[in-house]
């Protein structure tokens, strides 16, 4: 009558962290920063409570922050002073994030990833340049192939500002292979890659996109982000990437998409990320402001289904108020 197997046996606060399966720290998290040319002081983005613009005078300072609270990794975005359509800022010697990365690396020890995409650079507001009839034709947005050399050298302009790591994330087909090679003939074999393997054509970018002012002017990133309705696709382009030799996959958004940071854990040897993106942060944050849900409870839930759908790495706007509590 009575139940033999009592699950509950293994539940006392004794047992509990001995059975326990996924766990979080400071150490699998990663930071974004966010460095604007266009002010010279600090500037709160309003969607993202607790995050801000910051100056490139400001950029070592805040990255001491990150590290000071034991979370060691940071990704780098930029806001440059003018925007083009070809993107020319994203890959100047001179531009924000390689001024940025030139400090930071030359005076912390933190590792410096780099966002490789030209979306906040380009006027028209796309990951890449576009069809000359773009903006009346909604079929035409961004030519791959002319844009794989604009991402490479974005890259090779990151490393050779210092950085440690490069992450693509236009979904250029061919994206990484592109710029794998572009690294290692200008000597940066040891530059890591990370990919935004597999990254959604998602609504929940927005307030990014409102903090990094990217959004597209017209249109939107559906011809070359991926379909939230695919699972299956996802794989595929894990594998174009793990073969054109990306080191780290990852997975953006994260929470609704765990089944794919699961089917990746699977199927690939390589260290995968989740990025808990912008809208994720948003919505806890908003709910907790109006006394619905528990911040700090919700944010360590979220970040540990993560980690529990096999993701090694997280690049989250939590990573400071976490790792604090951690
Ligand atoms: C650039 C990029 C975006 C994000 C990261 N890199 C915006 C986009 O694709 O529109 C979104 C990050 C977030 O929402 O937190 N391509």
Redesign the pocket.
Known sequence: MYPTDRPRRLRSDGIRPLVSESSLSASDLVA?VFVDATTDERVPIESMPGHERVPVEEAVARVEEVRDTGVEAVIL?GIPETKDPEGTRAYAADGVVQRAIRRISESTDAYVIG?V?L??YTDHGH?GVIEEDAETDPTLTVRNDETLELLAETAVSQADAGADMVAP??MADGQVGAIRSALDDAGHEDVALMSYAA?YESA??G???DA?D?APAFGD?RHY?MDPANRREALREARLDAEAGADVLMV?PGLPYLDVVSDLRREFDRPIAA?N???EYAMLHAAAEKGWLDLEAVAYESLLSLKRAGADLIVT?FAEDLADRL
């Open positions: 974004p975005f966002d995409c979306c906040e990951c994330s236009a990254k929940f970018y307030p990014f996109r990094a990217g990133r982000q953006k990025y993106v912008s809208g706007y």
